[in-house]
Every structure is written in C-alpha cells, then in structure tokens.
C-alpha cells in the first residue's frame, strides 16, 4: 500500500452558517484554549484523498465521519499537507517539533472506528493506524477504544481520538504510558448472575430511567444476600460492557469477592473502592460545603458581560468560621422554566455561599440573583435573576466560528449511546471536548435515620479527555468549570459539569450529572 497522505485542516467557514456576533464571542480566550491545536488531521490513502490538496482547498468531511461540532458545515480547508516521514527515533521526550503530524486535536480516517464491522487489523488500516505516532509497531483494540503500542512516548500534546475512538499510547521504553482506558477491577463470583431479565439484558443502550431501575434491583439484591457491612454506593456501566460496583473503603473486596455477583444483566461485574475513584474530597460532602478554591492557571475569562449566557464566570462568597469571607468561583449553566413559566438559571451549589447571593466575574456590586431551589444531591441549583439581568441561552461560538444551538435538556428515557462526543465551554477552558464513556447510578441517603431512610438514584456520565500518563502539560479543568453547561452533536444538553479526577488510575475522567434529574424536578429549557 501507498504510503499515508496527512492534511492538517480546520473548519471551512461557510457565510450560510454564520451566526455569530460581537457578542457571542468571549472578550478574552482562556490559556488553555488558546494554547491547544485548532487544527485536525486528515489521515487518508491515494484512493480515498479529496481530489484537491492544495493548501487553502476545501473538501467535504462527510466520508471522515466528522463530528458535526468541529465541522457544522459539513467542510475542512486544508491548512497543510504532511510529507508523513517520521523523524529518526531519538531519545524519549526529545523530539518537540512543534509541527508533528500528531500534534492535531483529533484524527480523522476515510472510516468510522465505532462501527464494529471496521477491521483495524486490516493491511490499509495498520498501515494508517501506525503512521500517526513515530515508532509504532502495532494498534491493537479494546472493545471500545484503541491501543497503540510504541517504542517510547511521542512528545505531548497528543490527539484526543483517532477516528473518532480514544485511545491510549503504551511504549515499551521509558515511561509506559497506559494500556486501558478502564482501570483494573476485582472482579466477582461469575456464579452469581443477577438481574437477567430481558428488559436489562436486550437493551442496546442504558437510559437514565433504567439504569436507575436497575440500580435499586442490584441495591436490592445486597441488602438481602451481600456480606454484612458490604452496601451498594455506585452502579457503573461502561462502553466496555462491563459494570464496575463502587463499594465502601472498609470492605475487604479480595476476601468478600467470591460472595459477590460476577455477573449483571449478563454483563461481567468487578468490585472498587470508593477512595480508586479518586474524586475530589468536596463530592462526598453534602451540598452548600465549604470549599477552598484552587489555584488558577493562566489566563481566564473574568468578563463581566452585559447579556448573560452559558460559560460566563460566575462568584458568590463563602463564609468560612474564624477566617476573612472567601470568594468561590463558578460558571453560569442554561436557562430552565416550570409549568407555569417561572425562569431560573441553573448553577453549581457548592459555588452558592452564605445568603443565596451570586455576582457576575470580579463585579460584586453587579449581583444577578440569587439561589431559590436546589435539586437534592444533585449539586444543581436553580437562581431567580433579577429583573434587569437578561440572559440568552446561547453559549460562546465554537472554534469554527458557529454558536452551539441548544434544543433541550437531556430526558430520563432517552437512549443517547456511549461513545459520543461531549463538547463545554467555560470561562476556565473555553471550547473542551471529550468521549462519553460510562454512565453510573449513585445512591444517596434522604435521611440518617433509619424508620425514614429512602434513597435517591444520581445519574451521572463519564466522560475521558485523553490519557494523562506521558501526557506532560495536559490540561484539566479547575474546579470552577462546574457547573458548565455540557452537550452533544444534536444540541442535546446531556448534563452539568460536576468534576474531574486528577490523580490516580482514573485520571482523565470527568463526571457530570444527568440534564435529567433537572428535568424530573419539572423544568424544561427555557425557549
């Protein structure tokens, strides 16, 4: 086969697609926008090449499976076109050309990945796969992400999928980079099989609904037949087709293991510790906590906007015992209504201090309302804007130079797959995209008391931003990302931002709660 043909490319901006104006564009661009790649590589073959290569030529990236985000026009301008010849192998680390054929946001292929049928392991698509990343000697596949294997680690910044999947780089020299996406579990007896019914076990895809249903017959099943002191805390299902049980810190999972379901729904299952999570100490810690911010880094847009919008940089003070009053820092999510047509705009609750109160960027004397309602366990709280304050419920444009259209708010009996594209844009991040990768069901507690206990089912996506390991100078969101507004190519909001995981196995995975739960509370976008 013919060597591959690399065209780094951007979105073609077409007139009939502007809608942009003066005020849909941030005033300052975050550090980390516009320090990472605006560009894509195009990976193809003599025979599946756009008919033009030229540099400043368009082409439609229908046939790459384009994600409609990056691309709403439906065309790339090639920016320039790769001899695609590797560099000598150098010493690990050393190689910072800063015009490397990977050091593109994503790569596109004349074939979809996510589509089973795909064969990697084909002559045309090794010969593809292994022209990206120098050294490669070969890209093997999870179920649902990719594998290469290197001879060390390439210099960062790496893409964040390869034809559509996210993938991992793993070298046989130097640091080894990661191999799966998904931590290692313990995994259960596989004698034990729970909830074989056919509406768990035919379902292509978990709804909210039933992953919750789902949830409780497995909470079920441990209160009557687990190992005392082992309780259900978080039921997650991943694009693996694997279940992963989240179980307290205490329980000693390799001797209780053999007690334990191996399978659900007909799927494998395997144990964790609530600590493997890694999640920041403020998520196990009832709403209206106090948290002490973390440093920023680089620059942030801190506007204060006339017209309110989702991803404008929101604050209100904290006030903490025998100490100064604190400021914490979030971002504005979407406008909501109820039956009757009352509007609120949805916000992070841990952000919300003392007196319900919230200010726009660094303008204290410029309050837009303040808390009125908060969705038990969700960290969602809905604010009553004051009357002068008006808010659009449009984010900033995109990097192709469109705003995002938001239909509506994410449903409980909606089937949205895993493996899918999840773009925010904060004031911290700008525009960020990640995969959806799982889906969890975690249980809270209404009440410590027993004779009133009842509990609620928090439905939360995973999302994975790329591997951290080898990936020196990888941005992660801060904690005042939260709260962002989060959607799919349909202009779905599919959630709330809630954090990300910086340390430990599961480091690149970011959680955000369902749209739904708002949307069970009685309220839909605001129109």
């Known amino acids: 086969m013919s060597s591959p043909i690399g065209l780094a490319v951007t979105p073609f901006r077409s007139g009939s697609l502007a809608n942009s104006t003066p005020e849909s564009k941030r005033k300052i661009s975050p550090a980390a926008e516009t320090s990472s790649s605006k560009r894509v590589l195009v990976l193809t073959t003599p025979s599946t090449q756009p008919s033009n290569v030229s540099p400043g030529a368009t082409f439609s990236t229908k046939p790459l499976f384009a994600p409609k985000q990056l691309f709403p026009g439906g065309e790339a301008k090639i920016a320039q076109q790769y001899t ?16 490397a054929i990977w050091h593109n946001k994503h ?13 990697i392991h084909s ?28 001879n060390t680690l390439p210099s960062p910044p790496w893409p964040l999928t390869v034809g559509g999947m996210p993938f991992t780089l793993v070298a046989e020299n130097g640091p080894s980079g990661r191999a799966l996406i998904f931590p290692r579990l313990m ?19 978990f ?16 209160l009557k037949d687990a190992p005392p002191g082992v309780r259900l805390l978080e039921l997650m299902y991943t694009c693996e087709c694997t279940f992963y049980i989240v179980l307290d810190d205490h329980v000693d999972i390799p001797a209780t293991r053999v007690k334990l379901p191996g399978r659900i729904a007909n799927w494998v299952v395997g144990y964790i510790h609530n600590h493997d999570l890694g999640r920041p100490s403020w998520a196990d810690i009832p709403a209206k906590r106090e948290v002490q911010p973390l440093p920023l880094a680089g620059v942030i847009d801190n506007t204060a906007y ?3 919008r989702p991803g404008v940089l929101i604050r209100s003070k904290m006030l903490r015992d025998h100490a100064h009053p604190g400021v914490f820092s979030t971002t504005s999510g979407v406008l909501v209504q109820n039956a009757k047509g009352d509007r609120f705009m949805t916000a992070a609750s841990h952000g919300i201090g003392e007196g319900e109160t919230v200010w726009q960027a660094d303008r204290p004397d410029r309050a837009i309302g303040e808390a009125v309602v908060e969705i038990s366990f969700t960290d969602v709280s809905l604010l009553k804007l004051k009357d ?14 469109v705003v995002p259209e938001f239909v509506r708010l994410k449903t409980s009996t909606e089937q949205l797959p895993l493996i899918s594209d999840y773009y925010l844009n904060s004031p911290y991040t700008g525009n960020l995209y990640a995969t959806l990768v799982a889906r969890s069901a975690r249980l809270f507690e209404t009440s410590p008391y027993l004779t009133e206990r009842q509990l609620e089912y928090i439905v939360y996506d995973w999302c994975y931003s790329g591997q951290e390991e080898g990936n020196e100078g990888k941005f992660q969101p801060p904690d005042g990302t939260c709260g962002s507004v989060i959607w799919n190519d349909e202009g779905v909001i599919t959630g709330f931002y809630h954090y990300c995981i910086q340390d430990g196995a599961w480091a690149g995975f970011s959680a955000s709660v369902s749209a739904s739960a708002v949307v069970d509370a009685g309220y839909s976008l605001a129109k």
């Open 107 to 119: 790569v596109l292929l004349p074939y979809n990945l996510r589509d089973p049928k795909v064969n």
């Open 187 to 205: 995994y259960g007896n596989r004698a034990i099989s729970i909830c074989s019914e056919d509406h768990y076990t035919n379902a292509v895809v």
């Open 207 to 222: 709804s909210d609904a039933l992953l919750r249903r789902l949830a409780a017959d497995v909470n079920a099943y441990f």
């Open 123 to 150: 002559k045309e698509m090794q010969t593809l796969l292994c022209g990206i990343f120098p050294g490669t000697f070969n890209v093997a596949q999870g179920r649902f992400h990719l594998i290469f294997q290197v």
């Open 306 to 308: 006339d017209i309110l």
């Open 84 to 99: 695609h010849s590797h560099p000598p192998p150098v010493p690990w680390r050393q190689d910072k050309d800063k015009d």
């Open 388 to 401: 002068d304050v008006e808010f659009v419920n449009e984010t900033f444009e995109t990097d192709a130079g």
